[in-house]
């Protein structure tokens, strides 16, 4: 019985797999440059409605609405674009290695804005200290002794 099981297990996988039928390429594909551009902006929207959903319900704007406008695609152009795509996972790969790539310069790009900015506020910081001890250590001179040096 249970080669039987087995027998009909890989009898149904190998039926499984025959007759994938992958998309045709359609008339109106985004090119790659493109459509990684198009993948980046919506990781971008996805990580910000991850790290807080409150601004982007408060403002009413629909990621994918404001994306397919900046764009200048449709939904339906995006669907049948990233289904062609997403049906070479080589192809696909590629695709989100670049999204990668260009989301970590971005970052490299925000934290080394932050940084000047943090050494910015450090060195005001340090001068308004260093002015604030100045202002501690000088010496009040009695009234009589600046009117004998003013004579």
Same mark, same amino acid.
């Given at each position: 019985?249970?080669?039987?099981l087995?027998?009909?297990w ?5 039926l ?31 990580t !910000? ?10 403002s009413?704007?629909s ?10 695609i ?6 049948t ?24 310069v ?8 932050l !940084?000047? #900015?943090?050494r ?14 100045? #202002? ?9 002794? /600046?009117?004998?040096?003013? /004579?």
């Amino acid at each position: 019985m249970k080669k039987h099981l087995i027998f009909l297990w890989i009898s149904f996988s190998f039926l499984g797999c025959q007759n994938v039928e992958y998309p045709k390429k359609p008339k109106n594909l985004i090119p790659e440059d493109k459509m990684v551009e198009i993948m980046t902006d919506i990781q971008l929207f996805h990580t !910000a409605k991850s790290y807080n959903r409150n601004p982007l319900q408060k403002s009413g704007l629909s990621p994918y609405h404001y994306i397919y406008e900046k764009h200048n695609i449709d939904s339906l152009q995006f669907v049948t674009s990233n289904t062609y795509y997403g049906s070479n996972l080589k192809i696909y790969g590629t695709l989100y290695s670049r999204v990668k790539e260009g989301l970590e310069v971005k970052k490299a790009k925000i934290d080394s804005i932050l !940084a000047k #900015e943090k050494r910015i506020k450090d060195s005001i910081k340090i001068i308004t200290d260093s002015l604030r001890l100045l #202002e501690i250590e000088k010496p009040i001179l009695p009234v009589s002794t /600046e009117l004998k040096k003013s /004579e």
